[in-house]
């Protein structure tokens, strides 16, 4: 299916190609400003500094000659039209989770994060070093996208609730924010899943829209003080052992970029990548000191909540697998994964764990 086709013959096409050509990039001696519209807040914690620390990067190793202007959540499109806004020409690029967009496709998921998936680590080694980064491209231009990781949260955390949870059965009607694969689950499990934009996520807190909520982890989720409205705190879930954040390029604009520029794109978004991971992992042990002292109790879900979040995680994969191009995502990612795990668990696992107990 070419994307870029259908939208080129169809009447929002037809309005697409003229909003194109009305927004054409502005170039002032031979310079020229891409717009990046972005599904976060401007100023939230983490993932709205990859978006900016991705568009100061491209500028600074193009000495200029590609200028972003980036746009927070609601000042061009909604968080949750930036996917839209850039297949049809309105936007140059946009940074975003793309489990955000598993309408498009499901496929999307695997490069932000998935149930029982990828931590950060074996993300960036199969997207770099194995056909992550061809998978992504093949999926990308069904949708007329040239994308790349720019970010990543590292392992993200159960989530914020009003009441302990000691059972699968809590999740039976519980108001909870989850987007992507891991909402379906939660949703299998007879919760009432919300997929907010992470601006408005405080509000529908503080207001009883939802009961509960996964954000990021303690310094982002800090940032953003759920810890004044819920007190029981996961600090472990299964949605998103890493949650991987995109910068995707409408195609032609990509196309129209000389191969310097292109390189100073890619080479920014992966230096964003590890700068964002570093920053988290950099902050989240503090905060988690300080949300203890300020009264949060920090938890693990029972392993029968571990269990029924396994069990539905498969039967949702299992309707996803008549997708062919899903199918062969979720296969080459769990190989991957598979991979990289046994070293990981046979090296920087155990040495950990006997650092934990030998070095104080």
Do not use: C
């Amino acid at each position: 299916m070419d994307r870029r086709s259908f939208l080129k013959s169809s009447a929002l096409g037809g309005s697409a190609v003229a909003a194109t050509s009305l927004a054409a990039p502005a170039y002032a001696q031979g310079k020229r400003t891409l717009t990046m519209v972005t599904s976060w807040a401007r100023g939230l914690a983490g993932v709205f500094d990859a978006a900016q620390k991705t568009a100061e990067n491209i500028t600074a190793a193009t000495d200029g000659q590609l200028s972003i202007d980036v746009k927070a959540s609601g000042e061009l499109v909604g968080a949750f039209e930036v996917f839209d806004a850039v297949t049809a020409g309105q936007a140059d690029m946009y940074h975003a989770a793309d489990y955000y967009f598993v309408g498009q496709h499901p496929g999307f998921a695997f490069f932000t994060g998935v149930p029982f998936g990828m931590t950060a680590t074996e993300l960036n080694n199969w997207y770099y070093h194995g056909n992550g980064a061809a998978m992504y491209d093949k999926l990308g231009e069904i949708f007329g996208l040239k994308s790349f990781l720019a970010g990543n949260t590292s392992t993200q955390a159960g989530g914020w609730f009003r009441n302990e949870i000691t059972s699968p059965a809590d999740f039976n009607g519980l108001k909870f924010r989850m987007p992507g694969l891991g909402g379906k689950v939660l949703g299998a499990m007879g919760a009432s899943v919300q997929n907010l934009p992470g601006g408005e996520v405080y509000q529908a807190l503080s207001s009883g829209a939802i009961d509960g909520t996964e954000w990021i982890g303690p310094w982002a989720d800090e940032k953003a003080g759920f810890q004044e409205i819920a007190k029981y705190y996961y600090t472990a879930g299964f949605h998103e052992p890493a949650a991987g954040l995109a910068v995707a390029l409408n195609r032609d604009v990509w196309d129209s970029l000389t191969p310097s520029q292109q390189a100073a794109v890619e080479i920014s978004s992966a230096h964003a990548n590890v700068w964002n991971t570093s920053q988290y992992l950099n902050n989240n042990g503090a905060a988690l000191q300080r949300l203890q002292a300020s009264g949060v109790q920090v938890s693990q879900f029972p392993d029968s909540v571990w269990d029924a979040f396994a069990s539905a995680s498969k039967t949702m994969y299992e309707e996803f697998m008549p997708d062919e191009l899903f199918k062969e995502i979720y296969d080459d990612y769990n190989a991957s994964m598979k991979s990289s795990s046994g070293w990981i668990t046979a090296s920087i696992s155990t040495y950990r764990e006997q650092r934990d107990r030998v070095w104080t």
